[in-house]
């Protein structure tokens, strides 16, 4: 499965983006999906994980309560909205998915990675 993620582009702090990681390929509907990020100087960092139904999901504490992963598996298409952004969300954001299905917080357990996308957020 190929995954094209976008959406990523320059906002203040306090602003919302919506990510989209769009699959071709294969359906989506079996994998489960996951955004990472990574910002200058650091390391890749787990974001949020998804089910491949949708019913489990989960967040890292530092983007809890401000983003939300979802999917739409009729469009073929994962989504990250990102609410109340802060300066630190400044990074590359990439959209993974794994063929096991599982909403996996480690990045070693996904199979396929799109290209990334930036986003920056301007305090």
């Known amino acids: 499965v190929q995954l094209q993620a976008s959406g990523g582009g320059l906002v203040q702090a306090g602003d919302s983006l919506r990510l989209s990681c769009a699959a071709s390929?294969?359906?989506?509907?079996?994998?489960?999906m996951g955004w990472f990020r990574q910002a200058p100087g650091k390391e890749r960092e787990f974001v949020a994980g998804?089910?491949?139904?949708?019913?489990?999901?989960t967040y890292a504490d530092s983007v809890k309560g401000r983003f939300t992963i979802s999917r739409d598996n009729r469009k073929n298409t994962g989504y990250l909205q990102m609410n109340s952004l802060k300066p630190e969300d400044t990074a590359v954001y990439y959209c993974?998915?794994?063929?096991?299905?599982?909403?996996?917080?480690?990045?070693?357990?996904?199979?396929?990675w799109g290209q990334g996308t930036l986003v920056t957020v301007s305090s």
């Open positions: 993974a998915a794994n063929d096991r299905g599982l909403a996996n917080r480690d990045y070693a357990a996904y199979d396929y």
């Open positions: 390929g294969r359906t989506l509907s079996k994998y489960g």
């Open positions: 998804i089910s491949w139904g949708g019913g489990i999901t």
